[in-house]
């Protein structure tokens, strides 16, 4: 599986932005989606994940803000966040799993995007 992600970029404080992750696999309506983030000197962190049946996963801390969805016509998914913040500055990653493994920690998902980034300007 190959995972492109895009739509990154900079914004200012309480703008909005919504980031697509096109998957290349046959697949991919039965993969499990996740999106996570990192910032300079931080750790990798879980942002939102969408099941194969589109139930979704966003942490409290952001699930006001942010949104998860998936197309799987046009095998995308796609992380619509509004109100960013400045905290919000970090690379962006896409990451896929197959059907059977779920969760929040990277370890679960095999495939990884090249990442996007998302800097929010105060």
């Known amino acids: 599986v190959q995972l492109q992600a895009s739509g990154g970029g900079l914004v200012q404080t309480g703008d909005s932005l919504t980031l697509s992750c096109a998957a290349s696999t046959s697949t991919f309506s039965t993969t499990n989606m996740a999106w996570f983030r990192q910032a300079p000197g931080k750790e990798r962190e879980f942002v939102a994940l969408?099941?194969?049946?589109?139930?979704?996963i966003i942490p409290d801390a952001i699930k006001d803000r942010f949104t998860i969805s998936r197309d799987n016509t046009k095998n995308t998914v796609y992380l619509q966040m509004n109100s960013l913040r400045p905290e919000d500055t970090a690379v962006y990653y896409c990451?896929?799993?197959?059907?059977?493994?779920?969760?929040?920690?990277?370890?679960?998902?095999?495939?990884w995007g090249q990442g996007t980034q998302v800097t929010v300007s105060s």
């Open positions: 969408i099941t194969w049946a589109s139930r979704t």
């Open positions: 990451a896929a799993a197959p059907q059977n493994k779920l969760g929040s920690t990277s370890s679960k998902y095999d495939f």
